[in-house]
Every structure is written in structure tokens, then in C-alpha cells.
């Protein structure tokens, strides 16, 4: 029911309109949500990102610097640096447990 009873009914057309315009939005907010939670897209970033934290970490080393215009990017660099810090000291540790 409307709540201002002066305002004229829509026609048969102009209803078909808007279920096809809510359809549309419908449909493409179903793909949004689908993308959103699809794994391999998940995978991807992941991906995308070691791959991206690799390079910046390779720039770093030859005098590139750090990534100045993402701080995601520069903050993938030190996690993937602490990453192989902590490695090499767990594998520093075993080698050295084992001469003792």
C-alpha cells in the first residue's frame, strides 16, 4: 500500500522496468558477493602478493629502497625479511644444538 494515496499507480510497464533494474542489481551483487568469497580468487592475491613482496624485497637489497606509494607493499617486505630472519635463526639453532 502507498502512503500517499494521491500518487498515481505505476503501469504494467513501468513495473516490468523496475523488476528488470532490480533483477540487474540482484544479479550483480550475487557475482560481487561470489567473487568476494571464491577461494581461488583468495589464492590469487596471495599469490600476487608474495610474488610483488619478493621483487620489492630483491629492490631493496639493490639499492632500490622500500616501496614508498603502498604501505601494504612495505609492510609485506618486512613480514617476508622477518619471515627469513626467524628461518635462518631456527635453522642457525638446530645446527648449532647439534654440535653441542
Same mark, same amino acid.
Given at each position: 500500500?502507498?502512503?500517499? !494515496?494521491? $500518487?498515481?499507480?505505476?503501469? &504494467? &510497464? #513501468?513495473?516490468? %522496468?523496475?523488476?528488470? *533494474? @532490480?533483477?540487474?542489481?540482484?544479479? #550483480? @551483487?550475487?557475482? $560481487? /558477493? @561470489?567473487? *568476494?568469497?571464491?577461494? &581461488?580468487?583468495?589464492?590469487?592475491?596471495? !599469490? *600476487? %602478493?608474495?610474488? #610483488?613482496?619478493?621483487?620489492?624485497?630483491?629492490?631493496?637489497?639493490? =639499492? =632500490? =629502497?622500500?616501496?614508498? $606509494?603502498?604501505?601494504?607493499?612495505?609492510?609485506?617486505?618486512?613480514?617476508?625479511? /622477518?619471515? !627469513?630472519?626467524? =628461518?635462518?635463526?631456527?635453522?642457525?639453532?638446530?645446527? /648449532?644444538?647439534? &654440535?653441542?
Amino acid at each position: 500500500m502507498s502512503a500517499n !494515496a494521491s $500518487e498515481p499507480k505505476p503501469d &504494467r &510497464r #513501468q513495473l516490468e %522496468q523496475e523488476i528488470s *533494474r @532490480t533483477r540487474a542489481e540482484l544479479a #550483480q @551483487t550475487l557475482d $560481487e /558477493l @561470489t567473487t *568476494r568469497v571464491d577461494p &581461488r580468487v583468495h589464492a590469487s592475491n596471495a !599469490a *600476487r %602478493q608474495a610474488k #610483488q613482496a619478493a621483487t620489492d624485497t630483491g629492490s631493496l637489497f639493490t =639499492g =632500490g =629502497g622500500m616501496p614508498d $606509494e603502498d604501505p601494504a607493499r612495505s609492510r609485506n617486505v618486512k613480514i617476508l625479511l /622477518l619471515g !627469513a630472519a626467524a =628461518g635462518l635463526a631456527v635453522v642457525a639453532a638446530t645446527v /648449532l644444538g647439534r &654440535r653441542s
